[in-house]
């Protein structure tokens, strides 16, 4: 996963409501709405389940260690969602030690190369990268009224990107993968099989995909590479990928049809998979 910085989380617990509404405006639906609809879940059906769920998020110290405020964000935007959710007060085997002592359900934890959510009740887990990448496939889905015969790019092949590309074929759309490493699209798309593969292409040029498509996610880790030339009036983009790929002029150009966030609509995706796996056992 990329190894955000204390910038890309300051202030997003204090400002989950403003992007609530953030999110109303584009995409008419509010963050938990958006997780609900990547995980087929209906929002009226969990109302109920969501406060008994108690989540336990572990900070990690391996690697490069913890970045400062990502338990607190993340523990904020599962309270936020209505999660009995909690930090542990002490790292790595002794706050995973903590989070059992203390009865939850579904314990969070990250390192430089995963963020996971275990379920302690089902004993399955979910990955953010695979979490992110439906989450904005469905962030685009409602942004655009339904995504069924249209032409989407995803830019980028890793996971969440992979994960998108599915989720986006899902949903109906047909979609063009350009990545800078051709064979990895290539390996990808062989290991797709059935009708969605008629639906699935590579990309071989970056510029002139751009050119092609209004509807575009950006998975890459890669910054500035979409400029305001590459921006349509029609053009509508999820970027999931940290950090932004959009020139300051893209941005700018862009406005309010880009939905772009460095960590809500993976942990509420997360969050919402585990309810699901819950719902599925009780």
């Not at 790595?92 to 379920?119: K, M, Q, T």
Request: charged share 20%; glycine share 8%.
């Amino acid at each position: 996963m990329t190894r955000l910085q204390l910038d890309d989380i300051l202030n997003i617990s204090s400002r989950l409501t403003a992007y609530d509404e953030e999110l109303l405006v584009k995409t008419g639906h509010n963050l938990r709405q958006i997780a609900c609809h990547a995980t087929e879940m209906k929002e009226e059906d969990i109302r109920g389940l969501m406060s008994r769920i108690r989540v336990g998020v572990v900070p990690i110290r391996w690697g490069q260690g913890l970045i400062e405020g990502f338990s607190a964000a993340t523990a904020g935007i599962l309270k936020h969602l209505g999660f009995n959710s909690f930090v542990a007060g002490q790292p790595d085997i002794s706050g995973l030690a903590e989070a059992y002592e203390r009865e939850a359900n579904v314990i969070f934890l990250s390192d430089d190369n995963d963020f996971v959510a275990l379920n302690a009740e089902t004993r399955q887990h979910v990955h953010n990268a695979n979490a992110t990448g439906k989450g904005f496939a469905a962030g685009l889905d409602l942004m655009t009224k339904g995504l069924a015969d249209q032409k989407v790019l995803v830019l980028g092949c890793g996971a969440v990107g992979r994960s998108v590309t599915s989720a986006l074929l899902s949903y109906g759309a047909k979609v063009s993968i350009y990545d800078i490493n051709f064979p990895n699209s290539q390996e990808f798309i062989s290991s797709i099989a059935g009708p969605d593969y008629d639906r699935l292409t590579i990309a071989p040029d970056f510029h002139e995909a751009l050119a092609r498509h209004s509807l575009v996610v950006d998975a890459t880790n890669a910054a500035g590479i979409i400029h305001a030339e590459d921006i349509f009036p029609q053009t509508f983009i999820a970027a999931p990928g940290m950090p932004l790929g959009l020139s300051r002029d893209a941005l700018n150009k862009l406005s309010d049809r880009l939905l772009h966030d460095p960590l809500q609509i993976g942990v509420a995706t997360m969050g919402m998979a585990v309810v699901k796996q819950l719902m599925d056992v009780r």
